[in-house]
């Protein structure tokens, strides 16, 4: 009898937890997927943003650009500058003047800042977190494989009015916190595709390692 007790009142601990946290998941899902409907008609995408990025050794914040068109992205911060034409990636060094070319798929730490605007997209769990003031929500994410993710948690602050991202929390495996806040986001404007090439001569012809 005490452990048929015992195992009602786990059950009723245990319930309430479980169809509260299924419908936080169903919030989230609900306001993402309204998020997602509208990325898909961008096809370009120009972004003004800043960037804060802090760890053991590192702590400093920069504004930057970006543009992307389909799987086409270029960035640039203060310190860099970013091309890609979706296959590789450019990352030239403004002050050691160095550009180091890499395959997109081997880039573990690169980031296309627009990829933030459906990031959710892509293997991971959703929970719905708080609003913060109308129209603006605060949404987690969580891989769903852990092992195989560079990502720990990304905490989204969205606007449903406006259906966009506004700020971005990326924490990750290696105990860095980056945090993007998106202060323009201008989408379907014209890009020409130039924009996505690297061009050394434009640069000084500086030294280039190849790393494919």
């Known amino acids: 009898m005490k452990k048929i007790f015992t195992l009602l009142l786990l059950g009723a601990m245990i319930s309430p937890s479980f169809a509260q946290d299924e419908a936080n998941e169903k919030k989230a899902k609900e306001i993402l997927d309204v998020l997602s409907t509208e990325a898909k008609t961008f096809k370009t995408l120009e972004i003004d943003f800043e960037i804060t990025v802090k760890g ?26 970013v091309y890609s034409d979706g296959k590789a990636v ?8 160095e550009c180091y070319i890499d395959n997109l798929e081997d880039m573990e730490g690169g980031m296309n800042p627009s990829e933030l ?7 991971f769990k959703f929970q719905y977190v708080k609003e913060t ?5 605060v949404i987690k994410l969580f891989p769903k494989d852990v092992k195989t993710s560079k990502y720990h948690t990304v905490i989204l602050t969205v606007n449903t009015k406006t259906k966009r991202v506004t700020k971005a929390i990326i924490k990750t495996k290696e105990n860095v916190t980056i945090m993007v806040k998106f ?16 061009n050394s001569a434009q640069h000084g012809n500086p030294d280039e390692i190849d790393n494919r």
Not at 56 to 81: M, P, V
Not at 90 to 97: A, G
Not at 133 to 137: L, M, R
Request: no cysteine.
């Open 56 to 81: 053991k050794d590192i702590n400093t914040t920069q504004k930057g650009k970006a543009k992307s068109k389909g799987t086409k992205f270029f960035y640039e911060t203060e310190d860099r500058k």
């Open 133 to 137: 003031s109308t129209d603006v929500h």
């Open 117 to 123: 605007m459906t990031i959710w997209e892509n293997n």
């Open 90 to 97: 450019w990352t030239y060094l403004t002050e050691e003047e």
């Open 183 to 198: 202060k323009t986001i201008k989408p379907n404007t014209e890009i020409n595709d130039n924009v996505f090439k690297w």
